[in-house]
Structures are given as structure tokens and as C-alpha cells.
């Protein structure tokens, strides 16, 4: 099973996935090459050469088109915090290109965010697609993982929100009840990691997971599950891996683009 992500404007190059052998990537790869996938991000990638100064001229260009349809009446810090902290029900109360504007300003923080930690090379690019989704399955959540490797593929955060992993990355203990999302569906997204490996030992994972038990039992009135139980979907459902993670990717800084996939 593969899948390929054809960037650049006129499909240039190609990133091909293979995919692992398992009920669960069957049925991902069966949804994506069946399904008609209106795709609603092309453009997230993240730390492929961008600066603090370009990712705030995308934000402000945003930010400025936000004001001329009144959405927000100014570009204050304060204005553009709120705006980011109501972000999941302000998008999901929008349509049309409020909506896309609103989904824009919210990668663009984030991207800020990346960038201005400068604690570890993060590369990686999102390709999402609109798309209803299925529970996802027991064994599905059983497979999620705290670690990311160069090159391997993994199912996008499906959800307008947080999941439990992000909250304690950006240290939230004052996350809304209904912000925080534990993954519930699959849906036709995904997330290609460039980046350092992350938490790739035992060792390193157990390290982890305790120190996020002990942020959890700050915030534990608000999550829905009991620690352990597999529906708290720490982390990231891997896919696959790229099918020559030795090739030279240099291409995508000048080919932030996703213009098209297919599937074999």
C-alpha cells in the first residue's frame, strides 16, 4: 500500500509512503483512494527555511482581511490572543472564507509559536482533507505513540481543538473543557515528520508518560478518561514510512505545495 503526495504547483515532485501492513492502515488507505476528498490544506508546512519575519507578514495579511470583514475591529495582541484562544468555536460557528481565514490564522500562530521556541527542528507538513470520519477503533488507539522518526507518516490530529499530548507540550492547564478533544475518529488527514526523532526509546517514552501523568492529574476533571485507558490517544497513529527516507528533500523548501495525492 502507498501513497503519494505530489508537490509543487504543477506536481513536480513526489513524496511516496508505504504504508504498514495492518487492519488499520488498510482502512485509511482504502478511505483516502476511495473517497472524493475536498482538501482544505495544502500550505502547512512548517520550518522549511520560513523566518519569524515572513510568518508574520502571512499573519498580518491574514489578520488584516479579518478586520476588513469585521470579524475582529483591531491587530492588538490582546484582539489576536482571543481570537486564537476561541478559535475551535469560532471556526466551527463559520462558513466559506471566514472559515479558511480563520484556519490560516490559526496555522500562522502556531507556526510563530514553532518557530520562536527554536527548541528542536520540527519540519514537518499537514495535508488535510474535509471528511465526516469513522469511530476509530480500539485497535487503532492501541497503536498510537508518543514518538515521531524522520520520514514516517502519521494520521493528522482530526479535530478542531487539542489533543491531550499538545495541552501539556503548551503546558495548559487552563484549557476549556471543551477545547480538549481526545481523538475520536479517523478521518483523511495526515502528517509527514522531517524533524528530529522524538522519544524513539523505551526509555525516553516511559520519561514522557510519567511526566505527563503528573500534568494529567492537574487537569483530570476536564479529560474524559481514565489514565491508561487507550481512548486518551496520546500521540500520534503512524501510518507508514517514506519509501526512501535516504533521499535528499531539499525540494520542499521551494515546493510548499501539495497539489495532488494518489494511491497504489
Not at 2 to 7: C, E
Not at 61 to 71: A, C, F, K, M
Not at 91 to 108: A, I, K, Q, T
Request: hydrophobic share 35%; proline share 3%; net charge negative.
Amino acid at each position: 500500500m502507498i501513497i503519494n503526495l505530489h508537490l509543487g504547483k504543477n506536481a513536480e515532485h513526489t513524496l511516496s509512503y508505504e504504508l504498514y501492513n495492518n487492519d488499520v492502515t488498510k482502512l485509511f488507505h482504502k478511505r483516502l483512494s476511495e473517497q472524493e476528498n475536498k482538501v482544505v490544506s495544502r500550505t502547512q508546512f512548517y520550518n522549511f527555511g520560513e523566518t519569524e519575519e515572513t510568518v508574520i507578514a502571512e499573519l498580518s495579511s491574514v489578520t488584516n482581511r479579518l478586520q476588513e470583514l469585521g470579524i475582529v475591529n483591531d491587530a492588538s495582541i490582546e484582539t489576536l490572543n482571543k481570537l486564537h484562544e476561541n478559535f475551535p468555536n469560532s471556526h466551527n460557528e463559520s462558513d466559506g472564507e471566514v472559515r479558511e481565514l480563520l484556519r490560516m490564522f490559526n496555522y500562522h500562530i502556531h507556526h510563530l509559536e514553532d518557530i520562536r521556541r527554536k527548541r528542536y527542528n520540527g519540519s514537518r507538513f499537514i495535508f488535510a482533507c474535509e471528511d465526516e470520519g469513522i469511530d476509530i477503533s480500539l485497535q487503532a488507539l492501541e497503536m498510537f505513540t508518543v514518538r515521531r522518526k524522520y520520514g514516517e507518516l502519521y494520521m493528522h490530529y482530526p479535530h478542531v481543538g487539542k489533543h491531550l499530548l499538545e495541552v501539556f507540550v503548551d503546558n495548559d492547564v487552563n484549557v476549556p473543557d471543551d477545547h480538549l478533544i481526545c481523538t475520536n475518529k479517523m478521518r483523511n488527514t495526515l502528517c509527514g515528520w522531517f524533524g528530529d526523532d522524538q522519544f524513539v526509546t523505551p526509555e525516553e517514552q516511559n520519561n514522557l508518560m510519567m511526566t505527563l501523568f503528573m500534568f494529567y492529574r492537574q487537569i483530570m476533571h476536564k479529560v474524559p478518561y481514565k489514565w491508561k485507558d487507550p481512548r486518551l490517544a496520546i500521540g500520534y497513529l503512524p501510518l507508514g514510512m517514506l519509501k526512501n527516507p535516504e533521499q535528499d528533500i531539499s525540494f520542499i523548501k521551494d515546493n510548499k505545495y501539495i497539489h495532488s495525492w494518489s494511491c497504489e
